[in-house]
C-alpha cells in the first residue's frame, strides 16, 4: 500500500519519479518554479502528464490507457490558500466531501465535527469563512481534506498563510494528523520538512534532483538548493585523499570524512557558516582550509552577520565586523578548521 | 459647386432643397408620398425627370400619418401624397398645405394569398373561415379602417392571426407564406407581381380610399411642385396610376 | 469596503463625458415634456395599454426563463471547458446581440415559419408557431440569450477554476461540484444576466413584428402598441413608451444592485 508516480508533463517540463512508502510523508522541495505544485496537480489529476503512470495503493490513478478523475482519485489536497467555499458555514465546508460521497446530510456533519475537534477547530463551526484568520482557514482545509479519508494527502506549502505564532500549533496539529498517513508536503521551510517528512526529494527544474531521508538530506545535502535551505555552505570537488578534495577553482579543503575517499571520486565538503572565521589577512599557524577573496555582501543574519564571498558564507558577530573593519569589495581571508568540515562521496 | 450642395441635400430626402430654379440650373423636388405609392410614384417620378430635363425628384415613402408628423416636426418637403382624406385633412387642420389638395387616385381592397391559393380563398366571407389564416392592417390605420369597412359591408367579422402596422407587412406575411390571406390594397397585388395571387371583392362591397395630393406650405420650388402635381392629375400620371392598379377619382 | 485612493482623470475628459450623457438623458426628458399629464393615467390603463403590458411582461418571464435554461449551460461550456470550435460558437451565440432584430426575425421566420426549414415539420405534430405568443417568446429568448451568456461566460473566466479543483478532490462528481461550487459563485451574474435579459426582451420590437406579428391580447407586447399607437395617437405612444422607460430603469438598477458582489 504506498504510492509510485513517474509522470512527464512537456510544456511544463517535468519529468518526476517519486515513491511513498504507505504511511510515509514526503518532502517535496525546491526553488519555486522547480515543479513542487505541478507534481501535486497532476498527483490530483488536476493536470494530465504527457506520459508515465501513477499507482496508489495497487490502483492505478493514470497510465496510457487509465485516467481516473480527480473525484475519483480519493487523493486530498491543501492548497496554499485554504480556498474555503466562500457562502459555506465551516461545518458546511468540512461536510463537503462527505456529502459527496453520498452521506446523508446530518452523518456527513458528524463526521465534519469530528474532523473538527482533530484540528482544534470545533468552536469554528458555525462561522463564515471570511470571519476567520489565515491560520483558521488553513486548519479548517485541512479538516475538509483529511473528512473526505483521503488515501493520499497532498499539502502545498501547508503553512504559508499562518503567521508565525500559528504556524507553531498548525505544525503540531501536522504532525498528529500526518502520523501513519501516505502524504506528500510541498515546503521550502527546513523545519516543516525535518519535523513533518520522513523522506524529502529536491526539485530542481522539474527533475528529482536528489532524495533521502530527511535529516540526512539536510545533514550532508548533495543539491546546492538542499544545501542553501540548510544553512549550509558547500563546495563541489574531486577527492584527493582519503580526508580532502579539490574544487574546480583549484582550492584545496581538508575535512572529517564519514568513510575515507577514493581519490579521484567526486567529493562534497559541507561546513555551518558559524564555524568561519573572517581576516583581513592570512593568519599565523597556516590553518589547512582558507580561502582569500573579495566580500561581495554583508548582511544581518539572525543574532549575527553573513559575510557573503563569493559562494560562501561565514556568520560572524557584529562586533567582530567592527574590528575588522572591513566593507564590500575589500579582499579577506575566510578560515575554516578541518574538524568543522564534513566531508562526503558526492 | 452649389449643384452639388443642392444634390448633398436633396439626397438627405428630409431637409429642403434650397436652390432657385433658374434656367439651365437642375431643381430638385422632394415628394412625401404614402407607400402604396412606391411602385407608381417612382414610375411616375422617372417619367417627369425626363419630361423636365434638369430635374430631380426625390420621394419619401411612409405611412401617411407618419409622414403628416415628420412634416409637422419640420422636415421640409415640396409635395405631399397621402393615402386617404382623413390624414390630408390633418395635415391642412396643421396648416402644412399652400392650397387646397386635389383627389388624384382612389384605390379599394382585394385578398391577397400566396401563389396558388394554397388555402383556397374564395370570397371575403370564407376569410372568417378560422383554419384560414388572415393578416390585415390594424383599424387605426387607413387600409385597416377600409378593411372595417369591407368587413361590415360584407357583414362578417374577422378574427385575424395579426393586425399590421402597414400594408406592407400585410402583403409581407402573405409573400412569406405566413399568412393564408391578406387583405390589402388592389395596387398593392399589382406591385407584388407574382409574388401574390389576388381574389377580388365585388365593388358593392369593397371600400374606397381617396388619395389627395398637395404642394407644401414650406416648399422651396412651388414652381416645379406644382408642376409635379398637376404631371400627376393629368393624363400621363393617370395612365401609370391606371396601370398600377389605382382608379380614376369621379 | 477597502476604499482605494482614486487617481485623478484629466480633467478635459469631463467634457466629452458630459456631452454623451446629455445626449442620452435630453431625448429622455424631451419625451417627459411632450407627455399628456392629464391624461396619463387614462391613457396607460387603457385596455390596450394594459394587455399589451401584461402580454411582455408575460412573455419576457418566459423568455428569461428559456434564457436561463440554454444560456447557462452554453456559458458553462464556453467559460469552464475546451474544445475545437469553441471561438466559432463563441462568436455565433453572440450574433444576436449585433444583428439588427428585424434580421432576427427574418431567420426565425425561414426557420419556425409555415415555409420555414422546420415549420412543415412541427405543422406535421400539429405546433404551429407563426403568429402566436409562442413566437414572440421565441424571438425575445434569440435576441436576448447572448446578454445572459456574456454576463455568465465573463464571470466564470474571471472567477478562476480553483474552488471547482478542490471540490474535486473533494469527491464530488462534475455535477455536485456544478450545483453546489461553480453556480453559488457565479449566482450574482447569473442574476444580472437574467434582468438583463429580460429588459432586453421587454424592448423588443423587430423580431417580434416581422415573425409573430401583431395582434392586441396574442403577439402585441408594448413596444408594438406604442409603435401602432405612435400612427394615431401620439400622446398615448408618448404615456406607454414613458412606463416602459419606467420599467427599463426598474430593472436595470435591480440588475445592479445584483451584480454587486455580496
Known amino acids: 500500500m504506498s504510492l509510485t508516480f513517474r509522470a512527464a508533463v512537456k510544456d511544463r517540463d517535468l519529468d518526476v519519479s517519486l515513491e511513498v512508502p504507505h504511511g510515509r510523508t514526503l ?21 494530465r502528464a504527457d506520459s508515465g503512470t501513477a499507482v496508489l495503493d495497487g490502483e492505478e490513478l493514470f497510465s496510457a490507457r487509465v485516467w481516473v478523475p480527480p473525484h475519483r482519485r480519493r487523493i486530498g489536497l491543501l492548497a496554499q490558500d485554504s480556498l474555503l467555499f466562500p457562502r459555506m458555514s465551516v461545518v458546511d465546508n468540512v461536510a463537503f466531501g462527505p456529502r459527496s460521497q453520498g452521506l446523508s446530510r446530518p452523518a456527513a456533519r458528524a463526521v465534519a465535527q469530528h474532523w473538527l475537534i482533530e484540528v482544534d477547530a470545533a468552536d469554528l463551526a458555525d462561522r463564515k469563512p471570511s470571519e476567520l484568520s489565515g491560520g483558521q482557514q488553513q486548519r479548517v482545509a485541512l479538516a475538509r481534506a483529511l473528512a473526505t479519508q483521503p488515501h493520499l494527502l497532498l499539502l502545498d506549502e501547508p503553512l504559508s498563510a499562518t503567521d508565525v505564532g500559528m504556524a507553531a500549533m498548525m505544525r503540531q496539529t501536522l504532525r498528529r494528523v500526518l502520523a501513519g498517513r501516505t502524504a506528500v508536503i510541498v515546503t521550502h521551510h527546513v523545519l516543516d520538512a525535518v519535523l513533518l517528512c520522513d523522506r524529502v526529494a529536491v526539485l530542481e527544474a522539474g527533475r528529482v534532483v536528489e532524495t533521502g531521508r530527511t535529516e540526512e538530506v539536510f ?65 599565523g599557524g597556516s590553518p589547512r582550509n582558507q580561502f582569500l577573496g573579495p566580500v561581495t555582501s554583508i548582511e544581518p543574519q539572525a543574532h549575527l552577520v553573513r559575510i557573503q564571498v563569493g559562494d560562501l558564507g561565514a556568520d560572524i558577530t557584529a562586533d567582530s565586523v567592527a574590528r575588522l573593519a572591513i566593507d564590500v569589495g575589500e579582499s579577506v581571508v575566510l578560515v575554516i578548521k578541518a574538524a568543522e568540515v564534513s566531508l562526503y562521496h558526492g | 459647386m452649389k449643384r452639388r450642395v443642392c444634390a448633398l441635400v436633396a439626397m438627405s430626402g428630409l431637409i429642403a432643397t434650397g436652390c432657385s430654379n433658374r434656367p439651365g440650373e437642375s431643381t430638385t423636388i422632394t415628394v412625401f408620398a404614402a407607400a402604396s405609392l412606391q411602385a407608381t410614384f417612382t414610375r411616375l417620378g422617372a417619367q417627369f425627370e425626363t419630361a423636365n430635363p434638369g430635374t430631380t425628384v426625390m420621394f419619401n415613402f411612409g405611412g401617411s400619418s407618419d409622414l403628416v408628423a415628420q412634416l409637422q416636426d419640420g422636415a421640409s418637403a415640396d409635395v405631399f401624397a397621402a393615402a386617404d382624406t382623413v390624414t390630408m385633412d390633418k395635415a391642412v387642420a396643421a396648416g402644412l398645405l399652400s392650397a387646397r389638395p386635389a383627389v388624384f387616385a382612389t384605390n379599394s381592397m382585394e385578398i391577397a394569398v400566396p401563389p396558388g391559393n394554397p388555402a383556397g380563398v374564395t370570397s371575403f366571407v370564407s376569410l372568417a373561415d378560422p383554419g384560414i389564416a388572415v393578416v390585415v392592417c390594424a383599424p387605426q390605420v387607413p387600409c385597416g379602417a377600409a378593411t372595417r369597412t369591407v368587413e361590415q359591408n360584407v357583414g362578417v367579422a374577422l378574427m385575424p392571426v395579426s393586425e399590421e402596422n402597414s400594408v406592407t407587412d400585410v402583403l409581407g406575411k402573405v409573400i412569406s407564406g405566413e399568412a393564408d390571406a391578406g387583405v390589402v390594397y388592389v395596387s398593392d397585388v399589382i406591385s407584388a407581381g407574382d409574388a401574390v395571387d389576388g381574389v377580388p371583392i365585388p365593388t358593392a362591397d369593397n371600400a374606397t380610399n381617396d388619395y389627395p395630393i398637395g404642394v407644401l406650405k414650406g416648399s422651396t420650388s412651388a414652381d416645379d411642385a406644382g408642376e409635379f402635381q398637376a404631371y400627376v392629375l393629368g393624363p400621363e400620371g393617370q395612365q401609370v396610376l391606371a396601370e398600377g392598379g389605382f382608379g380614376t377619382p369621379s | 469596503m477597502n476604499r482605494t485612493p482614486r487617481l485623478d482623470v484629466p480633467s478635459w475628459i469631463f467634457v466629452p463625458a458630459a456631452a454623451g450623457s446629455l445626449f442620452i438623458v435630453l431625448p429622455l426628458l424631451a419625451m417627459l415634456t411632450r407627455v399628456d399629464w392629464a391624461d396619463l393615467p387614462a391613457l396607460i390603463t387603457s385596455p390596450g395599454a394594459r394587455t399589451a403590458l401584461l402580454l411582455s411582461l408575460k412573455t419576457s418571464t418566459i423568455a428569461t426563463l428559456l434564457c436561463l435554461v440554454f444560456g447557462v449551460p452554453m456559458a458553462i461550456i464556453l467559460g469552464r471547458s475546451t474544445f475545437r470550435g469553441q471561438d466559432v460558437m463563441r462568436s455565433v451565440v453572440l450574433l444576436p446581440l449585433v444583428l439588427p432584430p428585424v434580421v432576427a426575425g427574418i431567420a426565425l421566420l425561414y426557420t419556425f415559419g409555415r415555409r420555414g426549414l422546420l415549420g412543415g415539420s412541427l405543422e406535421a405534430f400539429g405546433i404551429q408557431i407563426a403568429f402566436s405568443t409562442t413566437a414572440v417568446i421565441m424571438a425575445q429568448t434569440f435576441v436576448a440569450m447572448p446578454f445572459l451568456v456574456v454576463s455568465l461566460e465573463g464571470a466564470l473566466r474571471s472567477s478562476g477554476q480553483r474552488y471547482e479543483e478542490v471540490a474535486a478532490t473533494l469527491g464530488a462528481r462534475p455535477t455536485t461540484v456544478l450545483r453546489r461550487v461553480t453556480l453559488p459563485m457565479v449566482l450574482p451574474a447569473v442574476a444580472s444576466g437574467a434582468v438583463l435579459s429580460f429588459a432586453r426582451a421587454l424592448g423588443e420590437f423587430g423580431a417580434t413584428i416581422t415573425f409573430a406579428g401583431s395582434l392586441q391580447g396574442t403577439t402585441r407586447t408594448l413596444p408594438l402598441e406604442i409603435y401602432l399607437q405612435r400612427e394615431v395617437d401620439p400622446d398615448s405612444a408618448i404615456a406607454l413608451s414613458m412606463v416602459l422607460v419606467v420599467v427599463a430603469a426598474l430593472v436595470i438598477s435591480l440588475a445592479r444592485r445584483t451584480a454587486r458582489p455580496a
Open chain 1, 219 to 283: 545533514r550532508r545535502p548533495r543539491s546546492d538548493f538542499a544545501a542553501s535551505i540548510s544553512g549550509l555552505n558547500m563546495v563541489r570537488g574531486v577527492a584527493t585523499g582519503p580526508d580532502s578534495l579539490v574544487a574546480t577553482d583549484g582550492t584545496v579543503i581538508h575535512g572529517e570524512p564519514d568513510m575515507a575517499l577514493t581519490p579521484g571520486d567526486p567529493a562534497l565538503a559541507v561546513f555551518r557558516p558559524e564555524a568561519v572565521s573572517v581576516h583581513r589577512s592570512a593568519p
Open chain 1, 27 to 47: 518532502g517535496l522541495i525546491g526553488a519555486n518554479g522547480s515543479g513542487k505544485s505541478s507534481v501535486l496537480a497532476v498527483l490530483a489529476g488536476l493536470v
